[in-house]
């Protein structure tokens, strides 16, 4: 069974940083795309970063050169360091296991940007 549990969301003042972890468990993990996502109040889920088996990583526009997406297969994490943190990044944010288009979610941990 896969679960993902997201971990080191909080608050953080604009210009801050922040890691997000998330621990997965399940078979499958080194060959799985993972992903971090985010929801703000009021809009529809959005893609922040993906990483595949190989470590190739894609980023949304509006994250790129901020964050970075990793992982560590042998410990079944994926990872999502943020800085230059703003207000627009304030959202839950998800971690997503993708294999074969099969996906799972974790149960989400809150990002607030604010001073």
């Known amino acids: 069974q896969v679960q993902l549990v997201e971990s080191g969301g909080g608050l953080v003042q604009p210009g801050g940083s922040l890691r997000l972890s998330c621990a997965a468990s399940?078979?499958?993990?080194?060959?799985?795309?993972m992903g971090w996502y985010r929801q703000a109040p009021g809009k529809q889920r959005e893609l922040v970063a993906t990483?595949?088996?190989?470590?190739?990583?894609n980023y949304a526009s509006s994250v790129k050169g901020r964050f970075t997406i990793s992982r560590d297969n042998a410990k079944e994490m994926v990872y999502l360091q943020m800085n230059s943190l703003n207000s627009e990044d304030t959202a839950v944010y998800y971690c997503?296991?993708?294999?074969?288009?099969?996906?799972?979610w974790g149960q989400g941990t809150q990002v607030t940007v604010s001073s």
């Open positions: 399940g078979m499958f993990f080194s060959i799985a795309v």
């Open positions: 990483i595949s088996s190989d470590s190739y990583t």
């Open positions: 997503n296991r993708n294999l074969h288009g099969v996906e799972y």
